[in-house]
């Protein structure tokens, strides 16, 4: 009887290996959420015409996925929510009018960039 309690504990049956993948699988969970993966990191900060661009905050829209609402600062400064739309050649703000400031246009394409539409869409 002793000997059979042996085995269970030294991993031959039981719980021992399922222990070990649970543990193994929770340090994985906790390192992946601990470390923020660079690429994005590196991706929320750029450079355009001369002006610092960083990505606040960006939320898809639900019933048109080709559309994101952004907050982004220039230079420091936070700006007011935009809405991109990546379906078109020229990703402008969602306003009636197609803006005219070449900063605003040169964030909707790092914007749709980022979102994964492809660059040969995107004219510079």
Known sequence: MGNWLNEEISGRGGL???LRFAVAAIWVGVLTI???DP???AA???TLDSHR???ESIQRSAKYHWE???TVSVDGQKQAQQRYDCRQFMPTSASAEPTAVPTETR???WICRLMGYP???LQD
């Open 16 to 18: 021992g290996p399922f």
């Open 39 to 41: 690429v994005k990191a």
């Open 53 to 55: 661009v960083c990505l």
């Open 107 to 109: 964030i909707g394409q």
């Open 44 to 46: 929320q900060c750029q």
């Open 68 to 70: 994101y609402r952004v």
């Open 34 to 36: 601990a470390y923020p």
């Open 119 to 121: 660059a040969k869409l």
